[in-house]
Nanobody, 122 residues
């Protein structure tokens, strides 16, 4: 499966942004997709994930309430909506997928797309 994240940009604090992750390849709609971010000077961190059919979602605690993950398998796209952006949301955002179809959220993510930069200004 191939993934490509896009939709980042420069946003003022308090604003909103919707990131998209386009998936392609055979059975791409059968994979869990996770969003990760890599803030400057820090390790890459897990943000959110969604099951292959969109029925189950997961958010790390800092993302709860401001981040919403969703997917449209007809469009082979997974979205990450971010509201009330904070300076600490500045990072390169990546989407990834596990090696196996129909996987759980907490596994090793094997497939990665190129990231998209999100910069939040004050």
């Amino acid at each position: 499966v191939q993934l490509q994240a896009f939709g980042g940009g420069l946003v003022q604090a308090g604003g909103s942004l919707r990131l998209s992750c386009a998936t392609s390849g055979r059975f791409s709609s059968s994979y869990v997709v996770g969003w990760f971010r890599h803030p400057p000077g820090r390790e890459r961190e897990f943000v959110s994930a969604i099951s292959w059919n969109g029925r189950d979602t997961f958010y790390v605690d800092p993302a709860k309430g401001r981040f919403t993950i969703s997917r449209d398998n007809a469009k082979n796209t997974v979205y990450l909506q971010i509201h009330s952006l904070k300076l600490e949301d500045t990072a390169v955002y990546y989407c990834g997928a596990p090696y196996e179809k129909y996987s759980h959220f907490f596994v090793w993510y094997h497939y990665w797309g190129q990231g998209t930069q999100v910069t939040v200004s004050s």
